[in-house]
């Protein structure tokens, strides 16, 4: 595979308690050696809980903020090294998607204004064609022409993420990173919204670097998976083998604390116990030992490096040998009568694009 | 209507006043629950859950809220009571958890001064009862060192101690009944895991009922016995929760069990409701659904359906129900 981007060694640590005379009482290691990369029409999946370090992450690949060390590779430039003239130019090429539609777009500016300016900032559409070209984006996203002298204040959650979408990919990017896409959405919208990155990503070969704290959405978009915990990953490799065959007793707990819309599901919950430690003071080791039922005492001392594990990908464990692989094989087992799946069909007919809207 | 319903929701109509006309958010929705059962209640928002909890509750400002409808519990219709009598039943025969603990916890007061209160308040008891009673409560959510804690302001607290904190102060009294509006949606994933197998402990140890509100089908399929799906302010389907996922009868319950995501086996393509639900203050006269329904024809967009019997247990207020005989003919 050729990597569109790739992310080498990323390394964020922000000082902390930078009083007045204490110029920095102490690092947040914020990402701590985070590595993957992304092919075209792939979907690289950052997933962990809240404070993991994952948005962290997808600023540092946008070059949002400075990484202390470490290297984003897109198309093989580094953009790290460029200039800050460069960098503007090869952000054409790697564009964001953030979680709160309701934040992420200017109020003062008009539809037709914040899709045009990405067009005149790159050069990419000659003024002429920018009208055409506008047309062109709405249409992809599911909105109506109508819509461009419209204010965000005028469309719903679903539609303002339609937007923010559009704006993504009015100057041609090959990447886009999404940020909890779906998260402020509800589940009829997010269908729609995933749904549409699908159609866009095959129909442009987008490479998408996902951020999300929701599995079954991440198992949904993602053709791999990287598992965060304090600033590292615990676990990544290919969607099938993270979510199939999980290794690391955290990837393991976590799969099994999602509700499963299965009524009378037996299977045995892992609930771990106390919280994700302060990333302040992450315990020394492996970070997941103080919650893992598994730690021994290497585990509190020594750093797992990751291995690479049976079916692809790596594993960060001490123990992942020793342990049984978790299957999820009765996930798959979700009730689905013939019926249902029929009046489901209904719902998306295969002649039309699912990206229509109403309104 | 069962004669041992704890709670009986009965023709419950709340609208508010707004600059565009009065909106309806609760329409004529009955339900009624027996003791000790978990009904789940579900839809996205904007369809009326947290409202007809709140309702229940006595906390539906007026104005600009209107409530209409009887809301019968342990026999005295909540509607009519004056504040006074209804703050007797809050927090001790009734009690609710919200989503969102920072906002509903006291930020100027410590967690035991919270608690305390609550018994206090409803059971008389002295300062160093109802200190012990609180501890011993913070206890039995699992709260670490719940003797320091007590004393601890809730922006010290992580957002699962919280929430903790706030089951605790609903079952300080051993209510009958427990509302949680989205007790989880605020945690992460394996806090929403503890929390959850904390109620579940909860419900086993204490027989409370509890009306769960949530937009996550997963948490009612592990949590409820019986399911309420609301749209747009009405009840459109009701159903045991096994009946409802493996049959739902009603084409909104069809589309969102087809729109999550599955953990399991990936499916090709979710299923996506076209359009938005409809606003409060501009509701079609036919089948509310009807705008984004794929089996909609005339007759669905003029007249509105009544909730009618399917089969046994399963309502549904769809003109093509039961929608296994729609299947058929889609399949022909």
Partial sequence: MSAVLEAVDLVKHFPTGSGFFERSAGLVKAVDGVSFAVGASESFAIVGESGCGKSTVARLVLRLIEPTSGAVRLEGHDLIELAPAELRAARRRLQIVFQDPYGSLNPRMTVSQMLTEPLALHGVVPPAQRRERLGELLSLVGLRPESAQRYPHEFSGGQRQRLAIARALAAGPRVIVCDEPVSALDVSIQAQILNLLADLQQRFGLSYVIISHDLAVVRHIATSVGVMYLGRFVESGPSESVFGRPRHPYTQALLSAVPVATPGRTSSRIVLQGDVPSPLAPPPGCHFHPRCAHALARCREEVPIAEPKPGGGTVACHRWRDLEAWTTDELAAQVSSAALTRLQAAFTPLDRPAASVAS | ?332
């Fill in chain 2, 1 to 332: 209507m069962l004669l041992s319903a704890l709670l009986s929701v009965e023709d419950l109509r709340v609208s508010f006043a707004t600059d565009r006309g009065r909106a309806l958010a609760v329409d004529g929705v009955s339900f009624s629950l027996s003791a000790g059962e978990t009904l789940g209640i579900v839809g996205e928002s904007g369809c009326g859950k947290s409202v007809t909890a709140l309702s229940i509750m006595g906390l539906i400002p007026r104005p600009p809220g209107e409530t209409a409808g009887r809301v019968l519990f342990e026999g005295r219709d909540l509607l009519g009571l004056d504040a006074g009598a209804l703050s007797g039943i809050r927090g001790d025969r009734l009690a609710m958890v919200f989503q969102e603990p920072m906002t509903a916890l006291n930020p100027a007061f410590t967690v035991g001064a919270q608690l305390c209160e609550v018994l206090i308040r409803h059971r008389g008891a002295t300062r160093a009862e109802a200190r012990a009673a609180a501890i011993a409560m913070l206890k039995r959510v699992h709260i670490p060192a719940a003797e320091r804690r007590i004393d601890d302001y809730a922006h010290r607290l992580s957002g699962g101690m919280r929430q903790r904190v706030m089951i605790a102060m609903a079952l300080l009294c051993a209510p009958a009944l427990l509302l949680a509006d989205e007790p989880t949606t605020a945690l992460d994933v394996t806090i929403q895991a503890q929390v959850l197998a904390l109620m579940r402990e909860l419900r086993e140890e204490t027989g409370t009922a509890i009306m769960l509100i949530t937009h996550d089908l997963g948490i009612v399929a592990e949590m409820a016995d019986r399911v309420l799906v609301m749209y747009a302010g009405e009840v459109v389907e009701e159903a045991s929760v096994a009946a409802l996922f493996t049959m739902p009868q009603h084409p909104y319950t069809v589309g969102l069990l087809g729109a999550i995501p599955a953990l399991g086996a990936r499916k090709p393509r979710l299923t996506a409701i076209d359009g938005l639900v409809p606003s409060a203050t501009e509701i079609p006269s036919g089948c509310r659904f009807a705008a984004r329904c794929p089996f909609a024809d005339d007759r669905c967009r003029s007249e509105a359906p009544p909730l009618i019997i399917v089969h046994e247990g399963h309502a549904s207020r769809c003109w093509k129900a039961p929608l296994e005989q729609l299947a058929e003919q889609l399949a022909a």
